[in-house]
């Protein structure tokens, strides 16, 4: 009997999908701009089944446990349903403005946010898959949509082509584990790989593993797979560059953590050493090129490549003991949410600055703090954050990959964490370039007008950005002082148990 309670959100979305296509094809060109409404309106309905299924406090199984609603899966799909939402408010303003189509736009928008709840409740390798090209898809073509810009349409024929590639490899190491086990449900693939331990099969398992991590690494854009992402980040309409930058990255993690903490909870010995080389090498190089960035979206890009060293990190204790697996699983949860504040946070200011520079030139932020103050604070807030600095969320995010790793007390684990925090240091002298560009620098000369011109700092922003940033502000001070995030992902530990 199937539970239609905990397929509700789900089954909303796919509503409004059906529903954006429908409306699209009756109303006229100039009352397309309800389209936008109706998205928003969706995806905040969609978030009340996952309220009354959160007061229930029950997991619950579908598909023979193939599909699982519990805690933790509730918690990433409320945080995919408020990425969705402030994105849709980064893009009402593009979309409308542009000669764009509209209600493929949001109908794109929603399917792929459908598959990241796919993704959230996947404890089945074949539900996982479909829900990986489910919330995919749809970005090859968002990345593509601004269809007169060669740029834009580069961008998206990379990330297809590169996506397949990586979904091509992470499906043939799926299939040998298929083969080993005999099986695709995470949970008895586990017993199964537990019983070849040592055995013959052993060699099969670990290339299997390997292979379907670095498929996963494409999704997260860990080096050495992670050349993707400062081409497509910067072709793509900077909205959907936000968007691929926290929900899509967030919804690999999220599949990478079911299957590392489940489906080869038992095999760690394989692909804990494989994580502390791939956390150490992404935030590294992530940094380093970061440092002489010109560009503010690639500068971003290779940002976002370092905080996915970051939620790496912890996975390279996951298994020594229960303890260290339930530090682990809190600290990459945690820093999944407060990535996606700042990050979201960062690119709606690059996008109200743009909207008025015309410029993606790390020059266009001299003297910000003249011309648009309140933007310039706003952008000093999500890049202190980035770096770490309390009492700003993102310090909350560093401290619990710090303390997954020293609660583990071996000694690669504290090598790694002093990798962290040398990392952390690279990251604030770049963070705080762009302040000091913002406060300190004069205007470049093509900017300098825009200093006479301005009168407030959120005036000249269109009212849905400027809600977007106002809300996200006020998360990142909130989150940094207050155990809300800390009680929202120690749910998490649920999985480890």
């Keep these: 009997m199937i539970d239609w309670h ?42 009340v089944p996952l309220l009354t299924l959160g007061a229930s406090g029950e997991a619950r199984s579908l598909f023979g446990g193939s599909y699982v609603v519990d805690p933790f899966a509730l918690v990433l799909k409320g945080f995919f349903v408020l990425t969705g939402y402030v994105v849709l408010f980064l893009s009402v303003n593009m979309i409308e403005e542009g000669a764009f189509y509209r209600g493929e736009f949001y109908f794109l928008l929603v399917a792929s946010i459908v598959g ?22 749809p970005g090859y073509m968002l990345a593509t949509w601004n269809k007169r810009s060669l740029r834009s349409n580069e961008a998206g024929m990379k990330y297809f082509l590169l996506g397949v590639l990586s979904t091509a490899i992470m499906l043939y190491g799926m299939s040998l584990v298929f083969g080993i086990t005999a099986s695709t449900k995470f949970t008895e693939i586990a017993f199964a790989l537990a019983r070849q331990s040592g055995g013959v099969a052993e060699p099969m398992v670990a290339l299997s593993i390997v292979l379907i991590l670095v498929g996963f690494s494409f999704k997260v854009s860990a080096v050495p797979f992670h ?132 410029s993606g030139s790390l020059d266009s932020y001299k003297g910000l703090y003249k011309s648009m103050p309140v933007l310039a604070v706003m952008m000093t807030l999500f890049m202190a ?90 998360l990142v001070i909130v989150g940094g002082i207050t155990p809300v995030l800390t009680y929202f992902s120690e749910v998490a530990t649920l999985v480890a148990r």
């Design 6 to 47: 905990a397929l509700a959100p789900e089954i909303i979305l796919a509503a409004l999908m059906m529903l954006l296509l429908l409306v699209d094809l009756v109303l006229p060109s100039r009352s397309k701009w309800t389209l936008a409404g109706i998205a928003a309106f969706g995806l905040l309905l969609s978030a």
């Design 116 to 137: 990241m709840f796919l993704v959230s409740s996947a404890r089945d390798l074949v539900v996982l898959l479909i829900a990986f090209e489910l919330f995919s898809a």
């Design 227 to 358: 050349f993707w992402a400062p081409d497509v980040y910067e072709g793509a309409p900077l909205p959907i560059t936000a968007f691929f930058s926290v929900s899509v990255k967030a919804a690999g993690f999220v599949g990478l953590i079911m299957l590392m903490y489940v489906g080869f909870a038992g095999n760690g010995a394989i692909w804990r050493p494989m994580m502390w080389v791939l956390s150490a090498l992404t935030m590294t190089v992530g940094n380093l090129i970061a440092l002489r960035q010109t560009n503010i979206v690639r500068f971003l890009a290779y940002s976002s490549i370092a905080q996915s060293g970051y939620i790496l990190a912890p996975f390279a204790v996951v298994g020594e003991s229960p303890a260290a697996t339930a530090n682990a699983l809190q600290a990459a949860v945690i820093y999944l949410l407060v990535y996606g504040v700042m990050n979201l946070g960062a690119f709606g200011v690059v996008i109200a600055v743009a909207r008025r520079t015309k």
């Design 385 to 474: 954050s980035l770096t770490g600095i309390p009492p700003l969320a993102g310090w909350l995010g560093k401290f619990q990959v710090f303390k997954a790793l020293a609660a583990q007390g071996s000694t690669w684990s504290w090598v790694l964490a002093g990798v962290v925090a040398v990392n952390s240091v690279i990251a604030a002298f770049y963070y705080m370039s762009v302040v000091r560009r913002m406060f300190f620098d004069e205007p470049a000369p093509e900017f300098a007008h825009l200093e006479a011109e301005s009168t407030s700092g959120l005036a000249l922003v269109p009212p849905p950005i400027a809600v977007a940033l106002s809300a996200l502000s006020i």
